[in-house]
Nanobody, 115 residues
Framework: QVQLVESGGGLVQAGGSLRLSCAAS????????MGWYRQAPGKQRELVAT???????GYADSVKGRFTVSRDNAKNTMYLQMNSLKPEDTAVYYC?????????WGQGTQVTVSS
């Protein structure tokens, strides 16, 4: 089993920054892909960014140029640096880890951006 714990969420004004962390523990096998997703009230969960074990990265168009995903494989931790935050970035942010056909999810961390 793999456990994922997100941290770093909070309340920030528009234009501000937050850094989210996702710490993985348990039976972690490599290579794997980790990702950030978010879900706003009344909306479906959507992809924010993904990063492979080797550092391959992808972003949703809505966050390109503002968010940066990274990972420290030695610490089994993934990060999401969020800059120039907008009210529409308000959501619960979840991290996940995918290994072969198995997907693990964290419990989520709330990000609220006030206008």
């Amino acid at each position: 089993q793999v456990q994922l714990v997100e941290s770093g969420g909070g309340l920030v004004q528009a234009g501000g920054s937050l850094r989210l962390s996702c710490a993985a523990s348990g039976s972690i096998f490599n290579p794997n892909v980790m990702g950030w997703y978010r879900q706003a009230p009344g909306k479906q969960r959507e992809l924010v960014a993904t990063i492979t074990y080797g550092g391959g990265i992808g972003y949703a168009d809505s966050v390109k140029g503002r968010f940066t995903v990274s990972r420290d494989n030695a610490k089994n931790t993934m990060y999401l640096q969020m800059n120039s935050l907008k009210p529409e970035d308000t959501a619960v942010y979840y991290c996940n880890l995918v290994y072969l056909a198995t997907i693990y999810w964290g419990q989520g961390t709330q990000v609220t951006v006030s206008s």
